[in-house]
């Protein structure tokens, strides 16, 4: 398990005393890829960490703001540096720095007083292994795209109208221990015995191309003479072979305790990474052995409490629809409740007759039976709301108006009984409701209306009738509470009386034995789908617990093999430490055999390092003095010429044998 240190940095002080605490930091290894590079204090860093023996690569952009810091001091000093142009690639939008291949700095920020101060940048520091291994491939990769592009310019297939000069062979950087190793070991003789006032060997350059106008032809000899100069430097002296003794020496014990740091650190994180994947499988094998209890426990409950409740239940239902399908049986009369229903629904019945009877001769004959007293000089007699001669007066009385008093009565009870006849719910509601009040409501008005016109005709009130009057009569409340009540008081009465018979009727008690036995039904299927969910839920957790259990056994399986992983692991780690600590031991006793026996070796970089500065001073006089195009052209031959001139030193092995070639021996 990788545990990951990683920071977002937006403020430039604290972003630039990042790189300088890394940087100081360093110990075998920095690569740093950025566009402008004018910081004079991280570059004076560089130049201490070269001191040190670290191995420094740099790639900047080619431009006029790169010029203020002296880059070729770094090269001097051992570092490999490219400076290179943007041509078309966009392969200078970089800006990162990679050290000792441990930590990885990346971001917007230049190396730069200017964004130091004034730029808003951020960048972010990681430790993240595959981050840090991906700018290292960036780095690689970039490298590839300068020898591409250089390559094409040489070829001549790069456009002329660019203006671009061809660059530097470039120096591939092997990443294993032993070969990273003899790569500082190269930096260190190099910057030791190799070293050249890269600015002198520019302007050879410069004035070799001005005396010869540019003819690449000359540059052959021109490379044999470098090449003299070159392995004359070689040559040691014991004052530089002393301190180189003593620089391998102490690089080479550097580099033991870094491995031997390292692999302790490495050790220690599978330790660590051993004990919390111990404790991570104890504490999912503990929460699938409490899940599978859980489950366990839930079937039980389903299987013992839940399911047979309902079949229990089920059973019962079932029992009630055969006894209900088996027996019907016809209620007995009940007697005791028929009795007094009988005698409230026939009282109430006359009740009504009498009172609406009264009320029909008063609103139809009272006002007529007063004019006619009067008519007659007769006394009037006295108006009430009730009048019991009413049923007397109006057999006496001519034509159908005897049969229409007894007959009005029929329409109140109609009202109160509507319910038998309609089957609507509102309907019936609205009909007994409304019809009654309104009913009654208008024949209190109108016997209202009629007593009053014969207290006025009898002279015991003064006032003519007007309408508004009857709400402030108490004959009209008298009236309406009288009537109404005796319609709901026989309503329910009446509903009463009807059930009792209802009650008796075979058909209707069928129809609810019928529905009783089919509500019955509903309830045993809707049950009946309850039991199948319970039991698939019960299969449902079975399975469950069938993966708890084999997930439970990978856990147990992985516990146990956890122990074995840890020490292989460490094995592999001791058996790579000596590997490694004897490769650097085998290496720097090579090294120090050579520089012993004046046999000094030397990277055949170095002598690429010189003629990429000869062809820069060579290509300053062309563009200085030619137009482009011709330029392009010419810079395009001269290193046409350095790469054949290389080839068949290299091919013909006509190098010293002190020049080592990075191909791996």
């Not at 930091?25 to 560089?46: C, G, P, R, V």
């Not at 013992?304 to 059973?315: G, W």
């Amino acid at each position: 398990m990788e545990l990951i240190d990683q920071q977002v940095i937006n403020d430039n002080k604290d972003i630039y005393a990042r790189i300088q605490t890394e940087l100081l930091k360093a110990e075998f290894e920095i690569l740093i890829a950025t566009a402008w590079f004018t910081d004079e204090d991280l570059f004076n860093i560089l130049v201490a960490k070269l001191s040190e023996g670290i191995h420094l690569e740099i790639i900047v952009a080619d431009n006029q703001e790169n010029e203020k810091l002296d880059f070729s001091l770094l090269s001097s000093k051992g570092a490999i540096v490219h400076k290179i142009k943007n041509i078309g690639y966009g392969i200078m939008n970089q800006k990162f720095c990679v050290i000792d291949k441990r930590i990885a700095l990346h971001g917007s920020y230049n190396w730069t007083v200017n964004a130091r101060k004034n730029n808003h940048e951020s960048i972010i520091s990681t430790n993240h292994l595959e981050t840090v291994a991906s700018l290292i491939e960036n780095f690689e990769a970039i490298k590839k795209k300068i020898e591409e592009v250089k390559g094409e310019t040489a070829d001549g297939r790069s456009p002329v109208a660019k203006n671009e000069r061809p660059k530097g062979i470039p120096i591939e950087v092997p990443a294993k221990v032993g070969a990273e190793f003899e790569k500082v070991l190269d930096s260190m003789i190099a910057a030791e015995v190799g070293s050249f006032d890269r600015r002198l060997l520019r302007e050879q350059g410069y004035e070799r191309c001005s005396a010869n106008n540019g003819d690449h032809q000359v540059l052959h000899k021109a490379f044999d003479t470098l090449y003299s100069v070159f392995i004359n430097d070689i040559d040691v002296i014991d004052d530089k072979k002393k301190r180189l003794l003593t620089k391998i020496e102490e690089h080479r014990v550097k580099n033991l305790d870094l491995l031997a740091k390292n692999c302790e650190l490495q050790i220690d994180f599978l330790q660590r990474e051993h004990e919390i994947s111990k404790s991570n499988l104890e504490t999912r094998r503990t929460g699938l052995e409490v899940e599978a209890d859980v489950a366990l426990k839930n079937i039980d409950d389903l299987k013992l409490i839940k399911i047979p409740f309902l079949e229990n239940k089920n059973a019962e239902l079932d029992q009630q629809i055969k006894m209900s399908e088996r027996e019907f049986i016809r209620p007995k009369f009940k007697w005791f409740d028929f009795i007094p229903t009988a005698i409230f629904n026939l009282t109430l019945l006359v009740y009504l007759i009498v009172f609406y009877s009264s009320a029909a001769y008063i609103l139809l004959f009272s006002v007529a039976d007063a004019k006619e007293a009067e008519a007659q000089g007769m006394p009037i007699a006295a108006a009430q709301i009730f009048n019991p001669d009413a049923m007397g007066k109006a057999l006496h009385k001519s034509g159908t108006a005897p049969l229409f008093i007894f007959l009005f009565v029929i329409i109140p009870l109609a009202f109160a009984v509507i319910d038998r006849f309609l089957t609507n719910k509102w309907a019936v509601i609205a009909g007994s409701i409304f019809g009654i009040i309104l009913l009654d409501g208008a024949v209190a008005f109108k016997v209202t209306q009629a007593v009053y016109e014969v207290n006025f005709a009898r002279g015991n009130v003064t006032e003519a009738w007007r309408n508004g009057m009857a709400f402030t009569d108490t004959n009209f409340y008298l009236v309406f509470v009288f009537g109404a009540f005796g319609l709901f008081l026989f309503k329910l009465a009446f509903k009463k009386l009807m059930g009792i018979f209802e009650d008796r009727n075979p058909d209707i008690s069928m129809q609810r034995n019928q529905l009783l036995i089919a509500h019955l039904r509903e309830e045993i299927n809707l049950n009946g789908e309850k039991i199948m969910q319970l039991k698939e839920d019960v299969s449902a957790l079975e399975k469950k617990i069938i993966q708890f259990k084999a997930d439970i056994k990978l856990s147990e399986n992985e516990l146990a093999g956890l122990p074995v992983i840890l020490n292989q692991n460490l094995q592999k780690k001791k058996s790579q430490l000596i590997t490694d600590n004897n490769i650097i031991d085998q290496i720097a006793a090579i090294y120090t055999v050579h520089i012993q026996s004046d046999n000094l070796p030397i990277s055949v970089d170095a002598l690429k390092d010189r003629i990429n500065v000869f062809l820069e001073g060579w290509n300053d006089f062309l563009f200085n003095e030619y137009a482009i195009a011709k330029a392009s052209l010419k810079t395009s031959e001269a290193a046409g010429v350095a790469l054949a001139w290389q080839n068949e030193k290299l091919n013909m092995n006509k190098l010293d044998k002190r020049v080592k070639l990075n191909t791996g021996e």
